[in-house]
């Protein structure tokens, strides 16, 4: 078997990425076609449904601190690239999204009755110049409730820092029909403000966690969702 990996030009494999003599293979998956200059090698990049190939078809004298060149498109299978196809010509790029991609139309949060919403427009000020200016975690208007958060760190310390939670609301609709309200996709969750450091890193330069955010599963109240997160959540390493 290592002769016939030594024969092929395998070199090594780490997460998904295998590299050998003449190029690299690697799982990130899509559809495309590409030359591109990086480092020391000019590249034929092909992406398929079933992985991606950098094949390696000239050696490069520039300087391998210059700027990625690229020519071709590329559309990618990863979560954060599927909605858009990617043109490249050298050092310039055009990013074409689709119909169908998710576009933001608003964000809400929950307001004191614990019932009403409300979205960033309705509960901003307008100032003198004309800008629009709000900051939510100093409106009285909002649903907020104060909880006593324990957390452990890995010494056996016990941390019992004072948790205050909100709910925000965030929807997406397909970019060229976002005048109608399906299909659309909804996330919910709990802001959560600390009284003080929270983690591994509380006290060090680096410093603790003193806000994060959670998803709202369906059915959950806010403080179950905390509860939740007292159980699940990880701050720091």
């Known amino acids: 078997m290592r002769v016939l990996m030594k ?4 070199r090594w494999a780490d997460r998904g990425i295998a590299m050998f003599t003449w190029g690299e293979l690697s799982n990130r998956r899509g559809v495309g076609l590409e030359l591109s200059h990086f480092e020391e090698h000019w590249s034929v990049v092909i992406k398929s449904p079933v992985g ?21 498109f590329a559309w990618s299978w990863e979560s954060d690239l599927r909605d858009a196809v990617h ?25 004191r009755d614990g019932v009403s919403w409300g979205n960033e427009k309705e509960l ?10 709000w ?9 907020r ?21 909100s709910v925000d609301e965030m929807e997406h609709r397909w970019r060229a029909f976002k005048w109608c309200p399906f299909p659309r996709r909804i996330r919910r969750w709990v802001t959560v403000d600390f009284d003080g450091e929270v983690g591994e890193g509380t006290g060090s330069w680096k410093g603790g966690t003193l806000g994060c955010g959670y998803d709202l599963q369906d059915g959950e109240t806010p403080e179950q969702c905390l509860r939740r997160m007292e159980r699940e959540r990880v701050f720091g390493r």
Do not use: I
């Open 7 to 10: 024969r092929v030009g395998y």
């Open 52 to 72: 991606t190939a950098y094949l390696h078809v000239a050696a490069s004298r520039s300087d391998p601190r210059d700027v990625v060149d690229t020519w071709g």
């Open 87 to 111: 043109f490249a010509w050298g050092g310039r790029s055009k990013v074409l999204r689709f119909p169908w991609a998710w576009d933001h139309v608003r964000t809400s949060y929950l307001l």
């Open 124 to 133: 901003s000020a307008t100032s003198n110049d004309g800008r629009r200016w």
């Open 135 to 143: 900051n939510h975690r100093e409106d009285d208007r909002l649903w």
């Open 145 to 165: 409730e104060t909880y006593p958060y324990t957390y452990r760190l890995k010494s056996g310390e016990v941390q019992h820092p004072q948790a205050t939670v």
